[in-house]
């Protein structure tokens, strides 16, 4: 278990940063015509076959058939994890990420304990679920083409489990309490919210794109 990086934050740090400088720190690029073209950093190549586009904001390689966009560029040439280059990305940017960080101490004080590992549990089912709707329903599909219209590729998609919570108030009530979970303790999770009539609970996350995120703990 972690923490969410919300989508809006996400597009934000996307449209704050330009690709074409953030990838001249690493590929000398030259314009031509909309684009720039230069080596490619994933392969071996004599003649520039990279390109990189700064009206979409992605890069494609047409030699070795590397592409995506910013995220992607900087996972692959860095080595690094998703949610590492959303933090780089976000002191360019300028975006706070502080918001989202969970001390270190909380975070290990809880790390055993029974609860946390039921919450878990219900993060990995909800994780998994919401991966299954935005790429294998017509549900999602909406959200699909939206990621890959902004260099999101089906691998990088899988890779790091994107996924899709539906427009609707019950499905993570129904399908955790259809489960067996407590729902107060789904509450404290942050999957739900209660009602303010306490007559129940309704969803947290509706009609978005969701990107887990992981650390040692889960």
């Not at 690709?19 to 950093?41: A, T």
């Not at 990995?124 to 083409?145: I, M, P, R």
Request: with cysteine.
């Amino acid at each position: 278990m972690g923490y969410r990086i919300p989508e809006e934050t996400i597009e934000a740090i996307r449209r704050a940063v330009d690709i074409v400088d953030v990838i001249s720190d690493y590929v000398q690029l030259k314009k031509q015509g909309r684009n720039y073209f230069g080596l490619c950093p994933f392969h071996g190549e004599k003649t520039p076959s990279f390109s990189v586009s700064p009206e979409k904001q992605i890069f494609h390689c047409f030699g070795c058939g590397a592409g995506g966009n910013v995220f992607s560029f900087l996972m692959d040439i860095e080595g690094i994890s998703f949610i590492e280059a959303v933090k780089r990305l976000a002191i360019k940017a300028n975006v706070d990420l502080a918001d989202l960080e969970l001390d270190d101490a909380n975070k290990q004080s809880r790390a055993d304990t029974g609860e946390t590992k039921i919450m878990v549990e219900a993060h990995e089912l909800l994780k998994k679920f919401y991966h299954h709707l935005l790429v294998n329903t017509k549900e999602g599909q909406e959200a699909f083409d939206y990621l890959q219209a902004r260099g999101w590729t089906r691998e990088i998609i899988d890779q790091f489990e994107i996924g899709y919570a539906p427009d609707s108030w019950d499905f993570a009530v129904k399908l955790l309490s259809g489960r067996g979970f407590s729902l107060e303790l789904m509450e404290k999770a942050g999957l739900i919210i209660r009602k303010e009539n306490g007559g129940g609970y309704f969803d947290r996350f509706r009609h978005r794109i969701m990107f887990p995120i992981h650390n040692h703990h889960g």
